[in-house]
């Protein structure tokens, strides 16, 4: 049976996937990422049991509500001793698939990381461990989650920012705008421009990039994880605040475009209910457009609708669509607008750029970006591609 590196990883997990008619997961952490996306989504008509690990506040809040209101989760024991398998057991209808090895339910662990998994068909044996454990685990199991969400804070470390998964490209250039406007030839190019964009940000002690965590690539994989939920009726005060990028408490997720001047969309948004799955179903067919004219059109439909409500505009609804779709949409916001402009030179005023009427220009130039039309590619840098319209704030913002 095969040894599976990163690389690999993601690609076998939904192979195995489709075919399973049971799920059982046991990690010591659970974050936002495409996997755990795809997790959910099968158990809501499958069965999937998990056993996550909540030391160290390295499993996030946002990622243990979506796979709670999915899957069956409880939480793993493992006092005095840190619980910290890394155990996936895919049950077939002929057989049953095992994976043992170092990577758990995260971003890291399936795309920015280096794990090793080794996958085998169970004899049965993997079966009765994770039986056992289930049974074990069942003690105070709500109540211990609700606490863990509710008094959740990140790690105070120094190493908040996780390691470095790619490492930073040389640069002469202290300007992110400057290295998208030279106009990456390829996607290699746009990658090393990245890690050029990264080594400058942090550079000035700010945000990452690249980075698992306090970055651009958090901020991405946890809002698409919020706006992928079935309904938004149940986001708590602090999801609401994640998803308009109004809290920096548990992230930085003002990036794409902080709301936080925007109070009346602020307040209504976590307050109304209704507001809420109303701006959800308006968004539901721009993330199953299926090719680029058809995004254009329900992106264009989506930023006239959301216009039309009291205290909402193109900012929230750009920020809305990026975290939807990570590969097609741009936020166009304070931050962003004059970069946009300058990579772009779309009209003579930078502030039409976001509107309903030109957002479809901004698009436009957007799929016509050598470094953008580039197959999905197979290699560490896959999840970067799927975020790569998205990634384009990173090149453009500028704080306030």
């Known amino acids: 049976m095969p040894i599976l590196n990163t690389q690999q990883l993601s690609i076998r997990f939904e192979e195995l996937l489709a075919t399973a008619t049971s799920v059982d997961i046991a990690v010591a952490w659970v974050t936002s990422c495409d996997e755990l996306d795809s997790l959910c989504a099968y158990a809501r008509s499958a069965t999937a049991r998990v056993v996550v690990g909540l030391a160290g506040n390295a499993t996030h809040p946002v990622a243990l509500r979506s796979i709670r209101e999915s899957a069956a989760v409880r939480v793993g024991i493992g006092y005095p001793r840190l619980f910290h398998p890394k155990f996936y057991l895919f049950r077939g209808r002929d057989r049953t698939i095992a994976w043992i090895g170092s990577a758990n339910l995260t971003l890291g662990g399936f795309a920015l990381n280096r794990e090793l998994v080794h996958e085998f ?96 690539v958090e901020t991405i994989s946890t809002g698409r994880d919020l706006v992928r939920r079935p309904s938004w009726s149940a986001l708590n005060k602090e999801e609401c605040q994640i998803l308009l990028g109004n809290s920096d408490r548990t992230g930085v997720w003002g990036l794409l475009g902080s709301m936080r001047r925007a109070t009346t969309a602020v307040s209504r948004f976590q307050n109304e209910e209704d507001i809420r799955e109303r ?80 957002y479809g220009d901004l698009l436009r130039w957007l799929y016509g970006r050598p470094w953008y039309r580039t197959p999905e590619p197979i290699d560490e840098t896959r999840i970067l591609w799927g975020m790569r319209a998205a990634l384009v704030d990173a090149f453009v913002y500028k704080r306030a």
């Open 279 to 358: 701006i959800r179903a308006a968004l539901v067919p721009s993330m199953g457009a299926t090719d680029e004219a058809e995004f254009v059109r329900q992106a264009e439909r989506f930023i006239r609708e959301i216009s039309t409500l009291t205290g909402f505009g193109p900012g929230v609804a750009t920020r809305l669509l990026t975290l939807a779709r990570p590969d097609r949409a741009i936020s166009v916001n304070n931050g962003s607008i004059v970069g946009l402009h300058r990579v772009t030179q779309l009209g003579e005023d930078p502030q039409q750029v976001g509107s309903a009427r030109h």
């Open 121 to 216: 068909e169970d004899d049965g044996s993997a079966q009765i461990w994770f039986d056992h454990l289930w049974r074990e685990c069942q003690r105070n199991n709500d109540s211990l989650l609700d606490e863990y969400i509710e008094n959740w804070s990140p790690p105070e470390t120094a190493a908040d920012q996780g390691p470095q998964t790619y490492p930073a490209a040389p640069t002469t250039v202290d300007d992110p705008v400057a290295l998208l406007k030279a106009n990456p030839s390829s996607w290699p190019a746009y990658v090393a421009a990245l890690q050029a964009c990264d080594a400058i940000w942090q550079g000035r002690g700010e945000h990452a990039v690249l980075r698992e965590r306090r970055s651009y």
